[in-house]
Every structure is written in structure tokens, then in C-alpha cells.
């Protein structure tokens, strides 16, 4: 996320502001890529090079659990009493979350559309939106790798016990193993970090985000990218593609 006046224009649905300057040509993009793959990072460079703001459904999701239950908009109540039963949040919900948000979508800034779409259904809901606003999404960035090295990214993760930080076993080691840098914290790898957790998760996005990107494809929107290498090497991957098939 940009800033946190653009957190805030996320969250409740008001008019988005940012610190970057408006772009003379906004870009409106959707991120695609499996958990760990670096689409976050990815985002923060767009954000950096291009002026677009990060929107992100799961970072809606995370602020929504701490803000007063009057201060949420009807949809994001409905996604609440959803997550507290344990259910999934159903692609209508989502659908009109984001269309609560439409302000942001419209700002001028252009945006980088992180979580949303996940499904086939959300992706036709999103070209109405966009259509009533009048804005052509612009190309689609569909970061992938190989399985086993997302594996190797996520399970190496370590999470402090009492601050949250994390390490990396082998990509940010902690000065002492098994010790948090920032508090001196217990290190624990979290279920979820499981390699066999992992695999799970990452199937089960293969399975929903396949048909997403085949329909992406046939709308010729659809940019592929190797997410290997350094962010700044996977960086400069998406650069060229945008380039080529934008002229940026």
C-alpha cells in the first residue's frame, strides 16, 4: 500500500489520495502469482516506477478485524461475520467490497490490483465495474514459479513468538539462530510454513487462478513472468513486458 491516506481510502471506501504524483498516463493493472511468490514486493516497485497504488482485498481483510464493527460498509461486515464463522468469503461479498471501493479504482493514480480477481466470476464482475467507470484494465501480471522453490521460500520463514517479525532461514538469517533480531524473541516456523501446508495452499491456488489466467489470455491481457532471480531481476522482466506491450 502506497501510504496510509490510501490504506484509509481502501478501507472505508472514500476518495483516494496518495503521497506520488498523479501520472500523466495511469496504469490499471491486476497482479496475479501464488503466496510467496513476491507479488507484494512487485507491487511496491510498480508503485515506485509508475505512480499506480497498490489495492490490495487482503490488506482490507487484516485492517477490517480492528476497526469498530459501525465503522465498516455493509459488505465488509458481511466478509467479517464470514471469517469470525470460519467460512470463506463468497465471490458476491468480494465483488461488492470492491465496488464499494469504486473511488479508489477512479482516483487518476491508476492501481495495481493485488487478491481481486480470484475467480472467473470476479474477473467478469470487475470488467463491469471498470467498464461503468469507464477504464480498460491495461494488462494482467501473472507471476509464476516452480513449486518446489516457492517450498523452499515460504517454509524457510521463521516468526517471532512475541513481536511477529519474521526471518528467513536462508534469504535473511537471524544473527543468532533461533533468535529474533528485533526483540530477541523466540523464532518458531509456523504450521501454515509446513512444506506439506504449503504444497496444499499451493495447489488449491493452482486449481482456482488456472482458469483466471486462461480467461485473461483470451482477452489478451495476459503478461506470463518467471519470478526467479533477485526482485530487482524479476523487476526488470516485468519492465520489458510492459514496455513491449504498452510502450511505457
Known amino acids: 500500500m502506497a501510504n496510509e491516506g490510501v490504506m484509509n481510502a481502501w478501507l472505508y471506501g472514500t476518495d483516494c489520495k496518495s503521497d506520488l504524483s498523479k501520472p500523466a498516463r495511469p496504469l490499471h493493472i491486476v497482479l496475479l502469482g501464488a503466496p510467496g511468490i513476491g507479488k507484494g514486493t512487485q507491487a511496491e516497485y510498480l508503485s515506485k516506477k509508475y ?7 487482503g490488506d482490507v481483510f487484516r485492517a477490517a478485524k480492528n476497526t469498530p464493527e459501525e465503522s465498516l460498509s455493509p ?4 466478509a467479517m461475520v464470514a471469517m469470525k464463522a470460519g467460512k470463506l468469503v463468497s465471490d458476491d461479498t468480494v465483488i461488492n467490497l470492491v465496488r464499494e ?11 495495481l490490483l493485488d487478491g481481486f480477481p480470484r475467480t472467473v466470476h470476479q474477473a467478469e464482475a470487475l470488467k463491469e465495474i471498470l467498464v461503468d467507470l469507464n477504464i480498460k484494465l491495461d494488462a494482467v501480471l501473472n507471476y509464476v514459479l516452480d513449486t518446489e522453490e516457492v517450498v523452499k521460500r515460504l517454509s524457510g520463514r521463521r516468526t517471532c513468538k512475541q513481536c511477529k517479525g519474521t526471518a528467513h532461514i536462508i534469504f535473511n538469517p ?19 510454513d509446513q512444506p506439506d501446508a504449503i504444497r496444499v495452499r499451493l495447489k488449491t491456488y493452482e486449481e482456482s487462478t488456472a482458469p483466471l489466467a486462461d480467461y485473461y489470455e483470451k482477452e489478451g491481457l495476459l503478461l506470463t513472468i518467471t519470478a526467479d532471480g533477485t526482485p530487482d531481476e524479476v523487476f526488470h522482466k516485468t519492465e ?4 513491449q506491450r504498452l510502450g511505457l
Not at 101 to 111: D, E, I, M, V
Not at 179 to 187: I, R, S
Request: aromatic share 6%.
Open 101 to 111: 471501493r469504486k473511488n479508489c479504482l477512479s482516483s487518476g493514480y491508476g492501481f
Open 51 to 57: 505512480g499506480a497504488v497498490q489495492l490490495s482485498t
Open 174 to 192: 537471524p544473527k543468532v539462530e533461533g533468535v529474533c533480531d528485533k526483540c530477541g524473541g523466540e523464532l518458531f516456523q509456523r504450521e501454515d
Open 75 to 78: 459488505a465488509m461486515r458481511e
Open 240 to 243: 520489458a513486458l510492459l514496455k
